[in-house]
């Protein structure tokens, strides 16, 4: 079955700069990359996804990258704020919409 | 954005026993799914459901594990009996289509002793 891989398990950033988190998946078959952010307590909230009939897709400051001849795509979080300091959680969906994640990112974004 | 709601938030059961969690989805979707967050571990898919049926189970899915949704009401994840491994957080999810966002639930929190 698929495997999704999150390579930072940390981050930090300073305020106004940019974070990049990656994720690698294994499936080809797998078509759709949603991200989910988790604040402390809370449950996961959707923030952004990319299907692979696009390498590229923007929501405001964020940015999701896809290339899939890599099996790679990542979540670029520009002129960063506090508030978005959370866990990330990437994944791919295979069949029957079977969401598949990575193991989390912490993102601290430092005033 | 769409709010799914667990009840409860945590659980306290002695080994054996039986439990139910119950997930109250978005009004209008009509695919449901459990997902297992053992702590510090990567959150795993354990089943979805549509139209009363269970359409794809992990490996996770034991035989002690079962979804229903009657008449509408909540959407529930019955384990019976409970085993120590059990221990975990259990997230509910639920999305209108095979093809849509899933929203998730803020967590079941059980704990099998």
């Known amino acids: 079955g698929e495997k999704v891989e999150q390579h930072e398990s940390t981050l930090s950033v300073r305020e106004g700069d940019s974070a990049v988190i990656n994720c690698t998946y294994t499936d080809t078959a797998s078509s759709y990359f949603p991200w989910y952010k988790q604040e402390a307590g809370k449950s996961l909230h959707f923030v952004i996804d990319?299907?692979?009939?696009?390498d590229r897709k923007q929501s405001q400051r964020l940015i999701v990258l896809l290339d899939k001849k890599a099996k790679r795509f990542s979540l670029h979080i520009t002129a960063t704020q506090p508030e978005d300091s959370a866990i990330y959680f990437c994944?791919?969906?295979?069949?029957?919409?079977?969401?598949?994640f990575g193991s989390g990112t912490k993102l601290t974004v430092e005033p | 954005g769409p709010k799914v709601l667990q009840i409860p938030s945590h659980q306290i059961i002695d080994m054996g026993q039986m439990v139910t969690l119950n997930c109250d989805p978005v009004?209008?979707?009509?695919?449901f799914y459990w997902y297992k967050q053992i702590l510090g571990q990567q959150m795993e898919f354990l089943v979805n459901f549509y139209n009363g049926k269970v359409m794809e189970k992990s490996k996770l899915f034991k035989d002690q594990f079962s979804v229903e949704r009657p008449d509408g009401s909540y959407f529930t994840l019955k384990i019976q009996p409970t085993a120590l491994e059990d221990s975990a957080v259990y997230f509910c999810?639920?999305?209108?289509?095979?093809?849509?966002?899933?929203?998730f639930g803020p967590g079941t929190r059980l704990l099998v002793l």
């Open positions: 009004s209008n979707h009509l695919y």
């Open positions: 994944a791919a969906v295979s069949n029957y919409n079977v969401l598949y």
């Open positions: 999810a639920s999305s209108w289509s095979k093809e849509d966002t899933q929203y």
């Open positions: 990319i299907r692979s009939n696009v």
